[in-house]
């Protein structure tokens, strides 16, 4: 895997069993990165002579594999380190090799699937379908009281649904074709797949329950499991449900230490809102969450209740 220093973006991928060898050039050779713009793959190192004195790490890869061919030049930090890496990737290139050779023709068919599957534009393509699938149910609310069961508009809509399901479903079934079976099952979000689509289907077999149908709007969900991005701000809420509960804890404990001085001070004279420690506290959670206490309390003053 190639990336930049301290980024943990993926710039390239060598499959190793599709790497032919490993070599030490003698060559000598400056090498850079490359922008995307400058060559068909973003991440491809180039190289031009220079006078440096370190070696360079040869690796030659298989012409009808993920990366067709391409040769690639890695300069490392001295003689020894080139060496100690082609020492220990030569091995498990070959290794690697062996394996694919005893491949049966499924499994080679499960791979190339799943490197299709997994190619960034697939996943951004289904991104889009699942965002289309949403925008149709807001359209849908949007347009309730004017889709009657049996009119046009309602036919257009089921028949919609439909096919997003069966687009839905078909996704299921390619990915646990190309992931099966640890791959798919320790993907939580495969799993939140297989729940929201097998509800929907049921949706379409089963109209008179109205739960499965109400899942269909949960679909959305699945956005997440397709973009990075959203991955870590849906990890990063997660991880923030514990801190929340320890605020809210220390929330109810000052509550109901000033709800229990609002009975003392205000229990005589507005036993509505502070008669009773119970309403002491939902008055005081009222005016934590700064809701229309201060009216109340205008009021109550105008007419003389509150000193």
Known sequence: IFSRIGSDVVRDVIPLNEILDVVESDDKFDLSMVHAGEDSRPGVMKAKHTNSNRKITQINTTEDGYNSGRTYHVK???????????????????SARKRKLKMTRIKKSQLKVARLFDRDWVQ????????????????????????????????????????????????????MYAHWLHDFVKNRWNIVDFVLVTASLLADYR??????????????????????????????????????????FVLIILNCFYAILGVSFFGVKSPEAFGRFDLAFFSMFQITGGETWVNNVDTRTEVGELD
């Open 124 to 175: 951004k393509l289904l991104g889009a379908m699942i965002f289309a699938n949403f925008a149709l149910n807001i359209a849908e609310s949007q347009l309730a009281e004017e889709v009657n069961s049996g009119s046009y508009t309602d036919k257009v809509f089921n028949a919609l649904d439909k096919f997003f399901n069966w687009i839905f479903c078909t996704e299921l079934v390619v990915n």
């Open 207 to 248: 109209t008179e329950i109205t739960v499965f149908r109400l899942v269909r709007v949960f679909r959305i969900v699945r956005i997440f499991g397709k973009f990075r991005s959203l991955r870590k701000i849906m990890a990063s809420l997660i991880a923030s449900v514990g801190p929340m509960i320890g605020a809210f």
């Open 76 to 94: 490392l930090g001295s003689t020894v380190e080139s060496r100690q890496f082609v020492e220990k990737i030569g091995p498990l290139a070959r």
